[in-house]
């Protein structure tokens, strides 16, 4: 045993020796202090903090009642044992009262010992009770943190759905607070009762299930994707009694594989049509150039008539025009993806500018026999614009021959309105229209109504594409109306900068 330090309040030398004797007697050393007054008592105490206090009852100018109540009250852990030569038992049930761990007749030291033996071996359980008591407070504190701060939300229920424990995180998942949700059904989160039904056949099936994904209902009336992992839990019979689960908010994880799947049907399109455009690009080149040389060899003829040659001389000049129009596509394209493109604005009558792309398409529309008309809103000197020219009549000459290429019978129709600071120009035809479900594609580069070899028009698939990008560059927005079989009509609104464009850089045409 290790050696127990002593306080002993006793102011007889002899029996003081006789408690000493009758200790050692056990093997037991000790570190043993004797004391008679309170003074020395506190100052004792004060020195070295004693394993165990022994007093006798009644001393000349102190106590042992006195004593105890001292050290009841500033060290309630240390052992106190009343040793006294007589004491009656209404005393002893007095000093039990307050605290002593026993008493003890000095003409029966005998039970000295082991009193002393099992006050400190209580004093040992009740300090390691309460160690262990701060342990578990320290570990439930640690949990409670842990079970409130978590991001996922673990939930435990019973096997009907109601919920017996939720952890806060509740709130950021679905709006709910825990109060909310506690003794509620699980079942209201779940969008579908069925895929709840299918979790429960899954868990009696396997006991277990990892990353179940659904989709739960939140208090605003969104939805949030989650992922659950859940397992069963048991009672005392080894029956199952409920389940444990741990929720995930895979909402943003589930956004970003839907945005990689678009992004990789957008590649594979692209690369489709991509691929459409590097197999119709040499046709596009091949039939003007097989028009240029086969014409070309024609012309050697010296037997041939005036009026043939003119005609041979138009067939070239035709598919110059072609190839021409091909070759600007490509370089406009080219630009806007090298970030060259840029704006020059000028002021200029749009009046006139229209009349000049009615004079300039009026013989195609006339050589398909179709009719061309021009709508004007404004006046001639109300029909000032400030825009980049240029990319407006890429604009409008890929519109207008877009139309006259798809329309067999019928007309072509455009012109302009002012809305507001704007103007919207539109071009409307008769022709062939376009399927609803490729409006929304059309503008995309390569892409072309009919994409397979035998198809009946001509082009690249760049004309669209050319326009929305000079389009947004002039911060407007295009559109289409059509109905397959019932025409097409595309509207397109620019700004009209005329209020911010300085004077100095007006060009009036």
């Not at 994707?225 to 994880?253: M, W």
């Not at 026999?369 to 614009?385: N, R, S, T, V």
């Amino acid at each position: 045993m290790e050696t127990i330090k002593i306080v002993h309040v006793e102011d007889c030398p002899s029996d003081s020796e006789l408690i000493v004797s009758e200790i050692k007697q056990n093997e037991i050393n000790i570190d043993y202090t004797r004391v008679t007054t309170e003074d020395e008592l506190m100052n004792a105490l004060n020195k070295e903090y004693p394993d165990i206090i022994l007093a006798d009852y009644q001393l000349p100018n102190y106590n042992g009642k006195k004593a105890l109540k001292t050290c009841a009250s500033l060290y309630p852990d240390i052992p106190f044992i009343v040793i006294s030569g007589t004491l009656g038992e209404e005393r002893a049930v007095e000093l039990l009262k307050y605290g002593a761990s026993d008493y003890i007749l000095k003409q029966n030291l005998t039970r000295l010992v082991p009193a002393i033996k099992y006050a400190l071996n209580q004093k040992k359980l009740v300090l390691d009770n309460r160690k262990a008591e701060i342990k578990l407070m320290q570990s439930e504190r640690k949990y409670r943190n842990i079970f409130e701060t978590i991001q996922d939300v673990f939930c435990r229920t019973d096997l009907t759905g109601k919920i017996l424990v939720i952890s806060p995180s509740i709130y950021r998942l679905t709006g709910y607070t825990h109060s909310e949700m506690l003794n509620k059904n699980i079942l209201a989160l779940y969008e579908d009762q069925e895929v709840f039904n299918k979790k429960m056949e899954l868990l009696k099936k396997q006991g277990e299930i990892w990353d179940f994904e659904t989709v739960s209902k939140c208090k605003d009336g969104a939805h949030k994707y989650i992922s659950i992992n859940a397992h069963l839990f048991y009672d005392d019979k080894d029956q199952p009694c409920g389940i444990e689960s741990i929720v995930r908010d895979i909402s943003t994880r589930k956004k970003v594989e839907k945005e990689l799947i678009a992004a990789k049907e957008r590649a594979e399109e692209s690369d489709r049509l991509k691929s459409a455009f590097l197999a119709n690009i040499s046709h596009e080149i091949r039939t003007p150039m097989n028009g240029i040389m086969g014409f070309a060899n024609l012309l050697k003829d010296n037997s041939l008539e005036g009026k043939d040659k003119r005609l041979y001389l138009g067939m070239i000049q035709e598919s110059g025009d072609r190839m021409l129009n091909l070759i600007d596509q490509i370089i406009y394209i080219s630009k806007i993806d090298a970030g060259e493109a840029h704006l020059n604005l000028s002021t200029f009558n749009l009046n006139k500018y229209i009349k000049q792309l009615f004079l300039f398409f009026s013989l195609m529309a006339k050589k398909k026999g179709l009719e061309l008309f021009y709508h004007q809103a404004h006046k001639d000197d109300l029909a000032m614009i400030c825009t980049d020219k240029e990319k407006l009549d890429t604009i409008l000459i890929n519109l207008l021959t877009n139309a006259l290429k798809y329309t067999h019978e019928g007309k072509v129709e455009y012109g302009y309105r002012k809305i507001d600071d704007s103007i919207e120009f539109f071009v409307e035809d008769t022709g062939i229209g376009i399927a609803k479900e490729q409006q929304q594609v059309i503008f995309n580069r390569f892409y072309q109504v009919e994409q397979d070899y035998s198809r009946k028009y001509e082009g690249a698939g760049l004309g669209l594409s050319i326009c929305k990008a000079y389009i947004d560059m002039l911060d407007g927005h295009i559109s289409v109306k059509s109905d397959l079989g019932k025409g097409a009509e595309f509207f397109f609104s620019i700004p009209n900068l005329t209020k911010t464009l300085s004077r100095k850089s007006e060009v009036i045409v």
